[in-house]
């Protein structure tokens, strides 16, 4: 399985352009913590490494993506996708939805974490690559 970045050369928070970015990876929001801890369990019994499959913490979440969005560039808000992306983090943690990050670097490693993602059902997907986002 693919090894992310040893922590010792990983910011804590990933950022581009001053936002909350997390590059190489793909977030998924669930309705329930139940659906985010399960895609989890599924994925760490499947094979992948405990550290590239994590829970994040709603509040957190919604906080970060608050402070994103007060914060944003003229620049990032003339883009608009950035803060769309924005937007939908903290709607979903507004909602109560549960998130769960997922290192996936190539297209193969998103769609194998996708398969077992759609098993259970998930809200929205996102992945994050060098300058775009995606939607899943």
């Keep these: ?41 599924l994925l760490v019994d499947g094979g992948y490494d405990d550290e590239d499959v994590q829970i994040m913490d709603t509040a957190k979440v919604l906080e970060g993506s608050s402070a994103d969005l007060e914060h944003l560039s003229p620049f990032i808000k003339a883009l608009d996708g950035e803060a769309r992306i924005m937007e939908s983090l903290k709607a979903g943690a507004d909602a109560g939805h ?36 995606t939607e899943l």
């Design 1 to 41: 399985m693919v090894k992310r970045t040893e922590p010792s050369k990983r910011p804590d928070r990933p950022q581009q352009f001053g936002m909350f970015y997390s590059r190489g990876y793909a977030i998924v929001a669930f309705r329930q913590q139940e659906d985010a801890d399960r895609v989890r369990q």
């Design 98 to 133: 549960a998130f769960l990050i997922a290192y996936a670097p190539s297209e193969l490693d998103t769609e194998r974490r996708m398969n077992v993602v759609r098993r259970v059902g998930y809200v929205k997907a996102q992945k994050y690559d060098r300058f775009t986002f």
